[in-house]
């Protein structure tokens, strides 16, 4: 016994020792009113000091796993492992069968746990994170500080459902620079994008309910409508947005409880609404009061052009447009902040939907966000990221073209491009035929609603080098050229 015992380095010793001899215990190597050894004893047997003995039987103490006999030594407690003595109690649950269809179609649509493992040095289209390389540290860590030294013990503790009330007041100023009318609405801060959707689609959905989307759309929103059991119907989309002719079509044909868009550098396509197209797209909404939940995804990330109003900004004064809101793609996705922007009334049941899931988000996390926000870095990063991303978009686009015998390419800025390739061609076999070359892409039929996109892909380059770029778009033109016979 005690020959097992192997330091960690950068972990304190006496620590170390009193988790190893909890382990002993529990797994009944050591029973409950055995004598321990002696401090002098175990400094020797485990090659520790004699004072990280005496500090690790401190803590066996404290945490009930020892007692001492004034002048007698230190023992096991008497329960301490009674866990082994509950052995032959046990017994196995077949989980799987106990599992609901929530949980089953949860499951099957986790592309996470289906993906490729790619191995060591693969390049990889698949992200479309930002690049951890131009995180702003420095202002991160000066942020916390800052925040830290004036309410530093307020944070650490419970925070409120709604969130935290300065990043709420800044958020509404920049909402309002976008050109919101703030009057009548909110904001609830949430877990980033994903919770944000979820809870609106929780106040929403029926059971039996119907949404209108673009076609393709965002996967992660595909797979939350589907748990929350909408019935989806896609709208084709045109180069400057979706199809409004489709669009009216279906909404004159059908029954819907809300539509969900992504109008700014859309998630596959990379497409930008028009202002017109907007402005005709509100319009319909109105005409069929239909509810549209905007996800602002990446706007931030304009490479050329003019700015583009948000739908809940067409709106003006109406309050039929929910926002959902995140910095994810622009800052830090390590810091799960959030937002949804809505009616006040429509917040007001979102915010007990919240508390009820959640309690609330970390206070800590969007403390640190306001901070940095609030010390001016939004700007001065937004324009260094821009730079970096522009110039890999523009790299990206270029080898495409130089690569690629695509049909179609789309993507107006953010993070990717979206591939099209003519008709009966499978992106997934090309993806194949890449993989053993060492690139791999997201193959684009998991974008789509209905089913169809088997001869699209999706390449995000945030995080790819610019040798790696040239080198995996080539292996991918090639390998399509070759494929296409």
């Keep these: 016994m005690f020959k097992d015992f192997e330091l960690i380095a950068g972990r304190p010793v006496y620590i170390q020792v009193k988790d190893y001899m909890k382990r002993l215990i529990i797994k009944g190597a050591l029973q409950g009113g055995q004598k321990l050894p002696s401090t002098r004893e175990l400094s020797i047997l485990l090659k520790v000091s004699r004072n990280s003995i005496i500090a690790a039987y401190t803590g066996l103490e404290d945490d009930g796993f020892a007692y001492t006999v004034q002048g007698q030594g230190s023992y096991v407690a008497l329960e301490a492992n009674a866990s082994v003595n509950a052995a032959d109690s046990s017994w196995s649950m077949d989980w799987k069968a106990r599992m609901n269809g929530h949980a089953r179609l949860a499951e099957e649509l986790d592309i996470m746990k289906r993906g490729i493992r790619a191995a060591k040095g693969t390049i990889s289209f698949t992200s479309i994170a930002p690049d951890e390389s131009l995180f702003d540290l420095d202002n991160v860590k000066r942020a916390f500080m800052d925040r830290m030294s004036v309410e530093g013990n307020v944070l650490l503790n419970y925070g409120y459902a709604k969130g935290y009330k300065p990043l709420i007041d800044y958020l509404r100023q920049y909402m309002e620079h976008k050109g919101v009318d703030m009057k009548g609405k909110d904001i609830l801060i949430t877990n980033g994008f994903t919770e944000g959707f979820d809870i609106v689609l929780s106040a929403l959905s029926t059971g039996n309910s119907s949404v209108i989307c673009e076609n393709p759309t965002h996967h992660t929103a595909i797979k939350n409508l589907k748990l929350h059991g909408f019935d989806i119907t896609g709208i084709a989309m045109e180069r400057d947005g979706i199809h409004l002719g489709n669009l009216e079509q279906a909404l004159s044909e059908g029954s ?123 700007e001065k990063y937004l324009k260094k990221a821009k730079a970096e991303y522009k110039r890999k978009y523009e790299l990206t686009l270029q080898c495409c073209k130089d690569y690629i015998p695509y049909t179609t390419l789309s993507g107006d800025g953010g993070l990717h491009l979206f591939v099209t390739f ?15 070359q060492g690139v791999i892409f997201t193959a684009g039929d998991i974008f789509f609603t209905d089913g169809k996109g088997q001869h699209t892909l999706r390449l995000g380059f945030s995080r790819v080098a610019d040798e790696d770029i040239r080198k995996g778009i080539e292996i991918i033109g090639r390998t399509a050229r070759q494929l296409m016979g």
């Design 256 to 378: 819907f409880d809300c539509a969900y868009l992504v109008p700014s550098y859309h998630n596959p396509t990379g497409i930008v609404m028009s202002p017109e197209k907007r402005q005709g797209l509100m319009k319909l909404m109105a005409n069929y009061k239909i509810p549209v939940i905007e996800d602002g995804f990446n706007e931030e990330l304009r490479y050329s052009g003019s700015h583009v109003a948000p739908l809940i900004a067409t709106a003006g004064a109406g309050n039929s447009v929910v926002y959902l809101g995140s910095f994810s793609k622009v800052l830090f996705p390590g810091l799960r902040v959030g937002w949804v922007l809505a009616d006040q009334e429509l917040i007001y049941y979102l915010e007990s939907i919240k508390r009820a899931r959640s309690i609330h988000t970390s206070t800590l996390d969007q403390s640190i966000l306001y901070q940095y926000l609030y010390n001016g870095n939004l």
């Design 422 to 436: 003519p008709e009966g061609f499978n992106t997934r076999v090309l993806l194949t035929a890449c993989l053993a």
